[in-house]
């Protein structure tokens, strides 16, 4: 399984942006995907979780700003992302777990302006 993350960007805060993952490969579909972000000097973070059947988990940082999304006929995942904070600014990732193995993108700069 390939993962690739695109719509980073810089915006100002307030603003909003929209993520998606685009996977190629077998299995995506029927695993949890989850987006993380991880800033300079800090730990990889977990924004967002999506199961197969759209149970969802936010982390409180994002809960009523990020939603996550998914299309599994297009095996993608989309976080959809409002009220940006500079706070907010970071490299995120999209990961997913298939058969323990653990699986993730390049990632995708966000930068947001104050």
């Known amino acids: 399984v390939q993962l690739v993350e695109s719509g980073g960007g810089l915006v100002q805060a307030g603003g909003s942006l929209r993520l998606s993952c685009a996977a190629s490969?077998?299995?995506?579909?029927?695993?949890?995907v989850d987006w993380y972000r991880e800033a300079p000097g800090k730990r990889r973070e977990l924004l967002a979780s999506i199961t197969f059947d759209n149970n969802m988990y936010y982390a409180d940082s994002v809960k009523g700003r990020f939603t996550i999304s998914r299309d599994n006929a297009k095996n993608t995942v989309n976080l959809q992302m409002n009220r940006l904070e500079p706070g907010d600014a970071a490299v995120y990732f999209c990961?997913?777990?298939?058969?323990?193995?653990?699986?993730w993108g390049q990632g995708t700069q966000v930068t947001v302006s104050s």
């Open positions: 990961h997913t777990k298939i058969n323990w193995y653990d699986f």
């Open positions: 490969g077998t299995g995506f579909g029927f695993n949890a």
